[in-house]
């Protein structure tokens, strides 16, 4: 009987050890979210998730009221202020390392250039992806209080600066969580 007693108390101890850690066996990840609001006069709204992965970064978006079936630039911008109303206060994309606009995946390209969001016949864009060049919650490739834009029209991922993406459909900062 001492031992059923014995157990209890010990799990409950390591019980409680795991939830004081946020129940992770590994180690703990550098993550940002960001919640998506919709410009004046549009209803794009999402959220997204960013998880520091070693020197990538992984990132989970999910964007409503998009125009069904039609991609949309994304981007990280270098001010994290979406007062304007039409998001052109969160200025133009990061860019810390001052490289020419380009594809999210070739050569070189701005710290904030990321895959366009492919919306469905919903107009919903889920999308998971990994993102080198920048960091969560250190260094100057830090995105933590930078500006999320989801754009008009797709990235070009040529013309400069932006990728001829369009107005702005939603803005949001990125906040450490």
């Known amino acids: ?9 010990v799990a409950a101890i390591a019980l409680l ?7 992770h066996h590994h180690g703990s990840k550098a993550t940002a979210v960001a919640e998506l609001q919709p410009t004046r006069g549009n209803n794009v709204a999402g959220t997204v998730r960013f ?5 990538h970064v992984m990132v989970y978006a999910r964007v409503t009221g998009l125009k069904p079936n039609q991609e949309h630039g994304f981007h990280v911008h270098e001010k ?7 998001g052109m206060s969160a200025g133009g994309h990061f860019n810390p390392l001052g490289k020419p606009h380009g594809h999210y995946s070739q050569g070189e390209r701005h710290a904030g250039d990321m ?4 919306a469905d016949a919903n107009g919903v864009a ?3 992806f990994h ?8 260094g100057p490739t830090d995105i933590v209080g930078r500006g999320l834009i989801v754009h008009a029209n797709p990235d070009d991922y040529t013309s400069q600066p932006v990728g001829n993406a369009g107005g702005r459909l939603a803005c949001a ?3 450490r969580s």
Request: include cysteine; charge should be negative; glycine fraction near 20%.
């Open 1 to 9: 009987m001492l031992s059923i007693r014995w157990i209890g108390p």
């Open 17 to 23: 050890g795991a939830c004081a850690h946020g129940g």
């Open 51 to 55: 998880e520091q992965h070693g020197h």
């Open 80 to 86: 994290g202020d979406c007062s304007s109303g039409d």
């Open 115 to 118: 895959p366009n969001l492919k």
């Open 126 to 128: 889920e999308a998971r």
């Open 131 to 138: 993102l080198d060049g920048v960091t969560v919650g250190s």
């Open 173 to 175: 900062v990125i906040t």
